[in-house]
């Protein structure tokens, strides 16, 4: 079973968003972990961009902490220490994750995490000069108004760093950063800087006026530390600046074997429940015949203003993990310039 990604082309090119599903098909295509969602696929059609993923049963982090309103402590050092190895993978091939929140970790059927959501990374060598969107200057420019488009400008702004804010040139610090955020989230139930509109959440950001505490739950001093060296303005003094060893080496993951966590089961944390999947064809949805008419169709089909080129892509060692026992490559491959496997949409705009 895999999960389809369909994204309509006149949307990316009326948002000016073609360079971001580009970065998030570049990056899912070049990464390779069990903490990250694999990419088998990508292609296109006249009218859809595709892009096919595993499929993960237990729905995104986010939600799930919707219903739980917060997590004991014990899971949540899990699933952070999961987190903290998908970053350290990420920044060894220089990627910059840039959007880490619940809402981008999905829970596997074993109960493990698996990050997603590769729209706003970056991909590169970094430095301190690095040249970056000012997202305060850009929200001011927008009428103040926090439009959909506001956030493919600005990103999530509760897990936005200081040094995001105010526009300097930022690395991986950045990741730790939300990080501490999403830690506080999870213990806590809301981010730290939650505010009612985004400008005060803004605010708190620069100025670190975050939430107390609460009494009513029980958190450890460590964790409390954890949090609070991760939430630090200087980007230059956050934990995890000098190298993961100052993430994995805090107190908060005492007891944490970084070596199993793999495969150290999740029975005492959370498992999902397996839907039950049925063949009567009576219960399953019609698909939308303009989105998945399948069949094979040259670079020559459909309108070339909206090609996006070097979009399609298959990745064998990914579909040799699944059993694909006809492809007999060992390396992965993106199609040829000449002839794509893709969708065509027959039907009228």
């Not at 108004?145 to 040094?163: A, C, F, M, Q, V």
């Not at 949090?227 to 600046?241: E, F, S």
């Amino acid at each position: 079973m895999y999960a389809i990604k369909v994204l309509r082309k006149t949307d990316l090119f009326l948002k000016n968003q073609q360079d971001t599903i580009m970065t998030e098909r570049n990056a899912m295509a070049r990464t390779n972990h069990p903490f990250i969602v694999q990419l088998y696929f990508a292609f296109q059609s006249k009218s859809y961009l595709y892009l096919v993923m595993e499929y993960l049963i237990g729905g995104d982090l986010a939600s799930f902490l919707s219903k739980r309103k917060y997590l004991d402590e014990p899971m949540v050092q899990r699933y952070i220490a999961e987190v903290v190895l998908a970053l350290e993978y990420l920044h060894s091939v220089n990627i910059i994750h840039r959007d880490l929140k619940p809402d981008n970790l999905l829970i596997n059927f074993d109960g493990h995490l698996k990050m997603t959501d590769f729209g706003l990374s970056k991909m590169g060598i970094w430095g301190s000069g690095m040249d970056t969107p000012n997202p305060l200057r850009d929200f001011a420019s927008s009428n103040n108004s926090h439009t959909s488009d506001d956030d493919r400008i600005i990103g999530t702004p509760d897990y936005l760093s200081p040094e995001i804010l105010i526009g300097l040139g930022h690395g991986f610090p950045v990741d730790w950063w939300a990080l501490g955020v999403m830690t506080f989230e999870l213990l806590v139930g809301l981010p730290p800087f939650f505010d009612d509109t985004p400008e005060k959440i803004f605010q708190n950001i620069l100025s670190r006026d975050m939430f107390e505490w609460p009494a009513t739950i029980n958190v450890s001093d460590a964790a409390k530390d954890f949090v609070d060296k991760l939430l630090t303005i200087d980007a230059k003094r956050r934990l995890g600046t000098k190298g993961v060893h100052e993430i994995k080496s805090h107190p908060f993951f005492s007891g944490i074997n970084w070596d199993t966590v793999l495969t150290s089961p999740m029975d005492d944390f959370y498992i999902p429940k397996v839907p039950i999947i049925t063949d009567d064809s009576k219960s399953k949805p019609k698909p939308d015949s303009d989105i998945f008419n399948t069949t094979v169709s040259s670079p020559e089909d459909g309108n070339p203003d909206l090609n996006i080129p070097g979009f399609s892509f298959i990745n064998i060692n990914h579909l040799k993990e699944k059993n694909y026992a006809l492809l007999n490559t060992n390396t992965t491959e993106e199609f040829s310039s000449d002839y794509h496997l893709e969708f065509t949409d027959d039907s009228s705009e």
